[in-house]
């Protein structure tokens, strides 16, 4: 069966922190692997990655993606209290089917 | 450009009622997703159209649901006799060709 798990579910941290977010998967068929940040509402995309080995990078967020060991990592700098929110990662096994792990809820403290 | 699209926001039916749900893609996308998610839980697959086809629905339930995208209008879920166990959030998204998936703001379906 198709997975895709993300751990930790759950992370508390204090303003300033950096944090790493995990991701790894295991799926018949793998295009790419998306992340996405979801406040109250929808979810707003943050990278895709294709690629091995190549960072991609938004501001304080970066993000790598290891087809060999099957996971990526989600990393926020200096985090602020606008980084809290749910971090959801997908695959898309082609065919456009995206399929989901569980989020990690992450919440920054001032 | 505007977003993706999705009314209602909130949706409450009794059991046994139907439930429409609509989503208009971003501009420019001819491919539209809807997931369903369920409270504490991440998103699922439900359904993948074209427009007037559909493309995969192997998330979607055999029975009650059915989906569309007409070559005019929105996309619409449909869920007929709804039951209490499809009270969810559901996402509907968008996407030009094999690119990423835009969300909408979802449609929230309580069912009493």
């Known amino acids: 069966e198709d997975k895709v798990v993300q751990s930790p579910l759950s992370l508390v941290v204090h303003e300033g922190d950096t944090v790493t977010l995990n991701c790894s998967y295991e799926v018949t068929n793998f295009r790419s692997l998306l992340w996405y940040k979801q406040e109250k509402k929808a979810p707003t995309f943050l990278f895709m990655l294709?690629?091995?080995?190549i960072e991609k990078k938004s501001g304080r967020l970066s993000s790598i993606l290891d087809k060999k060991e099957l996971f990526s990592i989600l990393n926020i700098t200096a985090t602020q209290t606008g980084d809290s929110a749910v971090y959801l990662c997908?695959?898309?096994?082609?065919?456009?089917?995206?399929?989901f792990g569980q989020g990690t809820r992450l919440t920054i403290n001032p | 450009n505007a977003g993706v699209m999705q009314n209602p926001r909130h949706l409450v039916r009794r059991r046994g009622q139907e439930a429409r749900l609509r989503c208009s893609p971003m501009?420019?996308?001819?491919?539209v997703y809807w997931y369903r998610q369920l409270p504490e839980e991440g998103l699922k697959f439900m359904v993948y159209?074209?427009?007037?086809?559909?493309?995969?629905e192997s998330g979607m339930p055999k029975e009650r649901f059915s989906a569309e995208f007409p070559k005019e209008g929105p996309s619409i879920l449909r869920i007929q006799q709804v039951v209490r166990g499809d009270s969810a959030a559901y996402f509907c998204?968008?996407?030009?060709?094999?690119?990423?998936?835009?969300f909408g703001p979802g449609t929230r379906l309580t069912v009493t």
């Open positions: 998204a968008s996407s030009p060709e094999f690119y990423e998936q835009y």
């Open positions: 294709t690629s091995s080995g």
């Open positions: 997908a695959v898309n096994q082609g065919a456009q089917k995206l399929v």
């Open positions: 501009k420019g996308h001819s491919h």
């Open positions: 159209l074209q427009k007037e086809n559909i493309i995969d």
